[in-house]
T-cell receptor
Framework: EPEVTQTPSHQVTQMGQEVILRCVPI?????FYWYRQILGQKVEFLVS????????KSEIFDDQFSVERPDGSNFTLKIRSTKLEDSAMYFC????????????FGPGTRLTVT | QKEVEQNSGPLSVPEGAIASLNCTYS??????FFWYRQYSGKSPELIMS????GDKEDGRFTAQLNKASQYVSLLIRDSQPSDSATYLC????????????FGSGTQLTVLP
């Protein structure tokens, strides 16, 4: 069964460093999302991506964040200058075409900023 | 104002019982409703989707939607210890980029 994959599973970085989180969505899906979950808190939407551009972003997704689909398979989230409060689980999700709005999540990347 | 509200629990039920999980949402523009299961340290796993008023059954799970009351529920019949997890309610708004808005989840423990 197709699934969303994410790498790395755990990333430790120092404050101020840049990190890139990688996702491979389900191959025939068209809509891609990044969510984050700070420990003990709810899952929060960051950004959606469709047709090679951002379709919507939340207040969290400020100028230090960017997304890219550099090729036909990968979908990346870059955090330019990490802060302690960026420590969280980051989930990628994808959604196919059609009337079903069911999103499937990757296993997540745990980002720890020290 | 919270958009999606759930009782945080914990909710404990004995093995074999029915677990009932509830969710309310504030945005009347919400069009699609989902229940995800999340084990500790893992990603959300889709259990059920429901789009119209009424009940939808899938195996041991039944989702119920009442748009007039802005209420969604999930019933788990014959609960098993492996059902112990946090259950997340999520909605999609009409006209959005189909992103999910999540509640904070209800922690369910099924006691053997």
């Amino acid at each position: 069964e197709p699934e969303v994959t994410q790498t790395p599973s755990h990333q430790v970085t120092q404050m101020g460093q840049e990190v890139i989180l990688r996702c491979v969505p389900i191959s025939n899906h068209l809509y891609f999302y990044w969510y984050r979950q700070i420990l003990g808190q709810k899952v929060e939407f960051l950004v959606s991506f469709y047709n090679n551009e951002i379709s919507e972003k939340s207040e969290i997704f400020d100028d230090q964040f960017s997304v890219e689909r550099p090729d036909g398979s990968n979908f990346t989230l870059k955090i330019r200058s990490t802060k302690l409060e960026d420590s969280a689980m980051y989930f990628c999700a994808s959604l196919g075409r059609g009337s079903s709005y069911e999103q499937y999540f990757g296993p997540g990347t745990r980002l720890t900023v020290t | 104002q919270k958009e999606v509200e759930q009782n945080s629990g914990p909710l404990s039920v004995p093995e074999g019982a029915i677990a009932s999980l509830n969710c309310t949402y504030s945005d009347r523009g919400s069009q699609s409703f989902f229940w995800y299961r999340q084990y500790s340290g893992k990603s959300p796993e889709l259990i059920m989707s429901i789009y119209s008023n009424g009940d939808k059954e899938d195996g041991r799970f039944t989702a119920q939607l009442n748009k007039a009351s802005q209420y969604v529920s999930l019933l788990i019949r014959d609960s098993q210890p492996s059902d112990s997890a946090t259950y997340l309610c999520a909605v999609i708004r009409i006209g959005s980029a189909r992103q999910l808005t999540f509640g904070s989840g209800t922690q369910l423990t099924v006691l053997p």
